[in-house]
């Protein structure tokens, strides 16, 4: 198997073949980060080909020497690609619709899982980016070190900030928990 930064080497010089291996390599990674993100797989799909089109039109910005990784840039590039569309397009509520249930599906059970759907996406959007970013790629498989690759951060702190941006998410999670089974009422007293 060819290293990497090998690939990106070649890649770089025109080498198609080597982009092909690198998009056969981090494709279905990169679009399981998106699926997440989005909840669309269609729209996953579009911006995971838009991801590798960039890298494929500028090679040079996915590493600038042989030590940087192209996994963490194309990482870094499909969220932000992800977080773009979400702002732009404001989706939540097709989300929501295109989550069509089986047949056989139990209605209450389809009624509370799009709902904790949504209150998960409306949570992560209230937590900072980074933390936002952080639990997304780590649920969606990454390791620490592709992590901290990812998010531009030491390897050693990624213990640290996954484990606050946990206890973050859990608060803003319930609370909203807690403000639904109330109507909203706490926020107007």
Request: aromatic share 8%; charged share 30%.
């Amino acid at each position: 198997m060819i290293a990497t930064d090998s690939l990106l080497g070649r890649a770089r010089a025109g080498d198609t073949s080597s982009f092909d291996e690198l998009f056969l390599r981090y494709y279905s990674r990169i679009y399981d980060v998106l699926f997440r993100l989005m909840g669309d797989a269609a729209e996953a799909d579009d911006l995971a080909q838009e991801a590798f089109i960039r890298l494929y039109r500028h090679p040079l910005a996915a590493g600038r020497d042989p030590s940087d990784n192209v996994g963490g840039w194309l990482y870094r590039v499909a969220v932000n690609l992800g977080y773009n569309a979400l702002r732009a397009a404001r989706r939540r509520t097709v989300y929501e619709q295109a989550d069509d249930p089986p047949a056989f599906a139990d209605p209450d059970a389809v009624v509370a899982q799009r709902d904790e759907r949504r209150r998960v996406r409306e949570t992560l959007a209230e937590l900072p980016e980074q933390q936002a970013q952080l639990l997304m790629l780590r649920y969606a498989g990454l390791s620490y070190k592709e992590l901290a690759q990812a998010l531009d951060v030491a390897p050693t702190s990624i213990g640290t900030l996954l484990a606050r941006a946990e206890r973050a998410f859990e608060a803003r999670y319930r609370a909203s928990a807690g403000s639904e089974a109330t109507g909203g009422q706490d926020a107007q007293e």
